[in-house]
């Protein structure tokens, strides 16, 4: 416990240190974010991040579904506010998911496993989207990123992650893989085996519903979509009407893998600094959109997560969560 607390405080302390160096270089400027402010700007982009957040959570309905849990829009989307809640009261952009998971495992106590496995392979799913999307987008402006050292280094990393994903789910949906033999013998000698084959039992079961798969992948790229459109708006907003939107689409999803490390609540700091030098490095010269825009972002959010936190107070009384069947 003291353990878990000094690694806590550590990484607060790593956001705090690393938005006051935004701040003190004048890369981070709040006072120009008031711009923002402006009621029919503000209400675009509060709703727009709604929008976002009802397609994530439809996303993860249908994977519930495809893995057989029943559950409903209304449900899944207060326990979808409850972890952008918990998102800044945990380390990374992550955190909210072990809250959502254990509501989620209340609801449908005997199918424990798939109800875990349905928030891991949701998240995978938004990874591959946000990499695949960082990928077209890189080789769209091929000639720009090849004569950047840094973007090339980055379009490298961006090709691992998306062979990594790839391969990841042809194992785990792999008949060979899952049926073998040599799997079931070698899941039977390393600890954790029985976990590990309850789990890999859940991913294989999407087999039987690739479409799904697919669905979610498609509306995963229309998240990535509304977020693109959220920094270009607000790029307008802060006054930079001249920029290419095309270096958005990888560096607005590459800056959000970078939130979701467990390094800070919300991704506060790491995501300052990630967006700082993606929106530097896409645009080629340097400005403060990256900082300011993100920071938009986590306020914006933080905002839906108030009503996350009023549903997570309401169902601490509920437990277990009951679900319909």
């Given at each position: 416990m003291i353990k878990q607390h000094i690694?806590?405080?550590?990484?607060?302390?790593?956001?705090?240190?690393?938005?006051?160096?935004?701040?003190?270089?004048?890369?981070?400027?709040?006072?120009?974010?008031?711009?923002?402010?402006?009621?029919?700007?503000?209400?675009?982009?509060?709703?727009?991040?709604?929008?976002?957040?009802?397609?994530?959570?439809?996303?993860?309905?249908?994977?519930?579904?495809?893995?057989?849990?029943?559950?409903?829009?209304?449900i899944t989307m207060r326990l979808t506010l409850i972890g952008i809640f918990f998102n800044f009261a945990m380390p990374g952009g992550v955190g909210g998911d072990i809250v959502k998971g254990y509501y989620l495992i209340q609801g449908h106590p005997e199918n424990r496993t798939k109800a875990a496995t349905s928030i891991l392979v949701d998240r995978i799913i938004g990874m591959f989207a946000m990499s695949l999307l960082a990928l077209f987008a890189m080789c769209w402006q091929w000639e720009h990123v090849f004569q950047s050292l840094p973007l090339k280094g980055v379009f490298t990393s961006v090709v691992i992650v998306n062979l990594i994903i790839?391969?990841?789910?042809?194992?785990?949906?792999?008949?060979?893989?899952?049926?073998?033999?040599?799997?079931?013998?070698?899941?039977?000698?390393?600890?954790?085996?029985?976990?590990?084959?309850?789990?890999?039992?859940?991913?294989?079961?999407?087999?039987?519903?690739?479409?799904?798969?697919?669905?979610?992948?498609?509306?995963?790229?229309?998240?990535?979509?509304?977020?693109?459109?959220?920094f270009y708006i607000v790029s307008q907003a802060l006054g930079f009407t001249d920029i290419d939107i095309s270096a958005f689409f990888y560096a607005v999803p590459l800056g959000l893998i970078a939130m979701a490390l467990p390094v800070a609540p919300g991704g506060v700091g790491v995501g300052q600094a990630a967006f700082l030098m993606l929106f530097n490095w896409g645009m080629g010269f340097e400005s403060d959109l990256g900082p300011n825009s993100v920071t938009a972002l986590q306020a914006m959010n933080l905002f839906w997560g108030l009503f996350g936190a009023y549903f997570y107070f309401r169902m601490k009384k509920e437990i277990p969560l009951k679900v319909p069947t």
């Open positions: 690694q806590t405080a550590f990484k607060l302390l790593l956001a705090s240190l690393l938005i006051g160096w935004l701040v003190r270089g004048g890369k981070l400027d709040f006072g120009a974010l008031l711009d923002l402010l402006q009621p029919s700007i503000l209400g675009l982009l509060l709703l727009l991040l709604l929008t976002m957040l009802a397609n994530n959570n439809f996303r993860w309905l249908l994977l519930l579904r495809g893995l057989g849990l029943h559950s409903t829009f209304g790839l391969i990841f789910f042809l194992l785990a949906l792999s008949k060979t893989i899952n049926e073998g033999a040599l799997t079931t013998s070698v899941l039977l000698r390393v600890p954790g085996g029985k976990l590990i084959r309850k789990v890999l039992d859940a991913f294989y079961s999407f087999r039987n519903c690739i479409g799904t798969l697919f669905v979610g992948l498609f509306l995963s790229f229309g998240s990535q979509f509304l977020h693109v459109l959220f």
